[in-house]
Nanobody, 128 residues
Framework: QVRLVESGGRSVQAGGNLRLSCVVS????????MGWFRQAPGKEREFVGA????????YYTEAMKERFTISRDNAKNTMYLQMSSLEPEDTAIYHCAAGHYLRFGRDTYGLTTSYTYWGQGTQVTVSS
Protein backbone atom coordinates (compact mmCIF):
# COMPACT_ATOMS: atom_id res chain seq x y z
CA GLN A 1 0.00 0.00 0.00
CA VAL A 2 1.40 3.35 -1.04
CA ARG A 3 1.55 5.91 1.72
CA LEU A 4 2.45 9.59 1.54
CA VAL A 5 3.34 11.58 4.64
CA GLU A 6 3.91 15.31 4.60
CA SER A 7 5.84 17.25 7.22
CA GLY A 8 7.35 20.65 7.83
CA GLY A 9 4.24 22.77 8.10
CA ARG A 10 4.04 25.32 10.91
CA SER A 11 3.16 28.90 11.73
CA VAL A 12 5.46 31.58 10.33
CA GLN A 13 5.51 35.33 9.92
CA ALA A 14 4.93 36.89 6.53
CA GLY A 15 8.15 37.04 4.58
CA GLY A 16 9.45 33.83 6.12
CA ASN A 17 10.50 30.61 4.47
CA LEU A 18 9.50 26.98 4.90
CA ARG A 19 10.47 23.66 3.43
CA LEU A 20 7.88 20.91 3.30
CA SER A 21 8.72 17.27 2.80
CA CYS A 22 6.73 14.36 1.47
CA VAL A 23 7.96 10.84 2.12
CA VAL A 24 6.55 7.98 0.05
CA SER A 25 6.52 4.38 1.21
CA UNK A 26 5.06 1.17 -0.13
CA UNK A 27 5.63 1.95 -3.79
CA UNK A 28 8.30 2.58 -6.41
CA UNK A 29 8.94 6.27 -5.91
CA UNK A 30 10.89 6.74 -9.11
CA UNK A 31 7.91 5.92 -11.35
CA UNK A 32 5.64 8.53 -9.80
CA UNK A 33 5.08 12.03 -10.95
CA MET A 34 4.79 13.97 -7.71
CA GLY A 35 2.66 17.02 -7.06
CA TRP A 36 1.87 19.56 -4.39
CA PHE A 37 -1.61 20.94 -3.89
CA ARG A 38 -3.00 23.21 -1.22
CA GLN A 39 -6.40 23.88 0.22
CA ALA A 40 -7.35 26.97 2.17
CA PRO A 41 -10.45 27.10 4.38
CA GLY A 42 -13.58 27.40 2.29
CA LYS A 43 -11.71 27.05 -1.00
CA GLU A 44 -11.14 24.30 -3.51
CA ARG A 45 -7.92 22.35 -3.66
CA GLU A 46 -5.38 24.31 -5.70
CA PHE A 47 -2.44 23.06 -7.74
CA VAL A 48 0.93 24.34 -6.54
CA GLY A 49 3.34 22.43 -8.74
CA ALA A 50 4.63 19.07 -9.85
CA UNK A 51 7.87 17.32 -10.68
CA UNK A 52 8.75 14.64 -13.18
CA UNK A 53 9.98 11.20 -12.19
CA UNK A 54 13.64 12.11 -12.61
CA UNK A 55 13.25 15.57 -11.13
CA UNK A 56 14.45 17.15 -14.34
CA UNK A 57 11.22 18.94 -15.17
CA UNK A 58 8.99 20.96 -12.90
CA TYR A 59 5.61 22.58 -13.41
CA TYR A 60 4.15 25.41 -11.39
CA THR A 61 1.07 27.50 -11.14
CA GLU A 62 2.14 30.81 -12.63
CA ALA A 63 1.45 32.77 -9.45
CA MET A 64 3.77 30.57 -7.38
CA LYS A 65 6.70 29.88 -9.66
CA GLU A 66 8.71 32.85 -8.42
CA ARG A 67 8.56 31.87 -4.74
CA PHE A 68 8.15 28.09 -4.68
CA THR A 69 10.60 25.38 -5.73
CA ILE A 70 9.88 21.67 -5.95
CA SER A 71 12.61 19.05 -5.85
CA ARG A 72 12.91 15.35 -5.16
CA ASP A 73 15.46 12.85 -3.94
CA ASN A 74 14.69 9.45 -5.41
CA ALA A 75 17.24 7.78 -3.16
CA LYS A 76 15.26 8.98 -0.15
CA ASN A 77 11.76 8.55 -1.62
CA THR A 78 11.17 12.17 -0.74
CA MET A 79 9.83 15.25 -2.46
CA TYR A 80 10.30 18.78 -1.18
CA LEU A 81 8.56 22.12 -1.50
CA GLN A 82 10.73 25.10 -0.71
CA MET A 83 8.61 28.19 -0.09
CA SER A 84 10.02 31.67 0.27
CA SER A 85 8.61 35.13 0.96
CA LEU A 86 5.49 33.60 2.39
CA GLU A 87 2.30 35.65 2.44
CA PRO A 88 -0.85 35.28 4.54
CA GLU A 89 -2.59 34.12 1.36
CA ASP A 90 -0.34 31.04 1.41
CA THR A 91 -2.10 29.80 4.54
CA ALA A 92 -3.51 26.38 3.72
CA ILE A 93 -3.17 22.67 4.21
CA TYR A 94 -0.51 21.44 1.79
CA HIS A 95 -0.97 17.98 0.32
CA CYS A 96 1.43 15.92 -1.70
CA ALA A 97 0.21 13.51 -4.34
CA ALA A 98 1.65 10.76 -6.52
CA GLY A 99 0.63 9.30 -9.83
CA HIS A 100 2.19 6.75 -12.20
CA TYR A 101 3.99 8.63 -14.96
CA LEU A 102 1.83 6.95 -17.65
CA ARG A 103 -1.19 8.85 -16.31
CA PHE A 104 0.26 12.17 -17.37
CA GLY A 105 0.30 14.03 -20.62
CA ARG A 106 0.09 17.57 -21.80
CA ASP A 107 -1.82 19.87 -19.45
CA THR A 108 -2.57 17.13 -16.92
CA TYR A 109 -0.12 17.89 -14.15
CA GLY A 110 -2.45 20.30 -12.42
CA LEU A 111 -5.44 17.97 -12.34
CA THR A 112 -6.28 16.20 -9.09
CA THR A 113 -7.61 13.26 -11.11
CA SER A 114 -4.15 12.58 -12.54
CA TYR A 115 -2.90 11.54 -9.10
CA THR A 116 -3.71 8.25 -7.44
CA TYR A 117 -2.22 8.62 -4.00
CA TRP A 118 -2.55 11.49 -1.54
CA GLY A 119 -1.14 12.46 1.81
CA GLN A 120 -3.17 13.80 4.71
CA GLY A 121 -1.56 17.21 4.49
CA THR A 122 0.47 19.55 6.64
CA GLN A 123 -0.78 22.91 7.89
CA VAL A 124 1.00 26.09 6.91
CA THR A 125 -0.13 29.27 8.62
CA VAL A 126 1.33 32.64 7.65
CA SER A 127 0.59 35.60 9.87
CA SER A 128 0.98 39.24 8.93
Amino acid sequence: QVRLVESGGRSVQAGGNLRLSCVVSGGTFSIYVMGWFRQAPGKEREFVGAISTSGGVTYYTEAMKERFTISRDNAKNTMYLQMSSLEPEDTAIYHCAAGHYLRFGRDTYGLTTSYTYWGQGTQVTVSS
